[in-house]
């Protein structure tokens, strides 16, 4: 359950339409742009300043390799100097908020910076397409001020969601919420026994992020550390059988680093759990 924090991991993850019809737009720094939409803002952003885009990557076939519009979560990154000539990173400097760009990116020059060999459907000479929709476009200071305000309102946001969506629901010592819908048997894990679960993570707005795959519940050694703190202290409440929902505040989730470009800082998580079995 643990997500990578490596950017360059999204691209062997899983559209946009084909963009061959577009003019490319080449940049005294060498970045190859499509620009398909402009902004009104005109605000572009610098080194260090952060950005938020949803992004669709897709192969020279037009395979998509990554779209975080169906991951129902736009990415964040600040922006940093790119690493080669004609980089995504480079090219992310001309993209101003509201713009929507593809930027083509030299397959051979990123996998060769990675030192990574060419994964299937990806060949030495071609372009991966990064379709970027900027949403937003801070300065360090002004997303510190928003990650400082949802913060200091994160409790509230989790009483609104429990009282809208949860209504009943348990409020352990440690912050977490939790509605029982099946009541399971057996004793409750203890640390060090290997768990099977399966489950489904939202966001309070309703959003998936992350789910076990169908017919492959995931398994691990609980109160070990391997997924977090929210999940260790959910699951050793659980007797095999059991099916709850959990709303686990970001301080025992992934706090104020968020995850992988997925999951932004100091954001409460909801899980649908399933205890499917307990091997001590």
């Not at 992004?55 to 991951?71: A, C, E, G, Q, R």
């Not at 994964?119 to 001020?145: A, C, H, N, W, Y």
Request: proline share 5%; charged share 25%.
């Amino acid at each position: 359950m643990k997500l990578s924090s490596s950017f360059l991991a999204l691209l062997i993850l899983g559209g946009l339409t084909s963009c061959d019809k577009f003019k490319i737009t080449t940049t005294e720094e060498g970045d190859r742009l499509i620009i398909h939409e402009k902004g009104k803002s005109g605000k572009t952003a610098k080194e260090g300043d952060f950005l938020t885009f949803d992004m669709v990557i897709k192969s020279s076939t037009d395979s998509v390799l990554k779209d975080s519009y169906k991951d129902g979560q736009p990415l964040m990154m600040p922006l940093q100097k790119g690493q080669f000539k004609g980089s995504f990173e480079s090219g992310l400097a001309h993209i101003g908020e509201g713009d929507s760009t593809t930027v083509l990116v030299s397959a051979d020059s990123l996998f060769t910076m990675m030192n990574q060999p060419f994964p299937p459907g990806i060949s030495k000479g071609t372009d991966l397409k990064f379709t970027v929709k900027m949403r937003k476009v801070q300065t360090q200071e002004e997303f510190q001020k928003e990650i400082a305000d949802k913060k200091a309102n994160e409790g509230k946001y989790i009483e609104d969601y429990v009282n809208k969506s949860l209504k009943g629901a348990v409020k352990t010592p440690e912050g977490l919420y939790y509605s029982e819908k099946t009541a399971g048997n057996g004793a409750t894990p203890v640390k060090g026994d290997t768990v099977v679960v399966s489950y489904v993570g939202k966001f309070l707005d309703g959003k998936e992020f992350d789910k076990s795959e169908l017919g492959q519940p995931f398994s691990f050694p609980v109160g070990m550390g391997y997924v977090i703190p929210g999940w260790d202290k959910a699951l050793m409440m659980m007797k095999p059988g059991s099916k709850r929902t959990f709303v686990i505040p970001s301080t025992l989730a992934y706090g104020e680093q968020g995850a992988g470009g997925v999951i932004p800082p100091n954001t409460p998580l909801v899980f649908d759990i399933e205890l499917v079995s307990v091997k001590k």
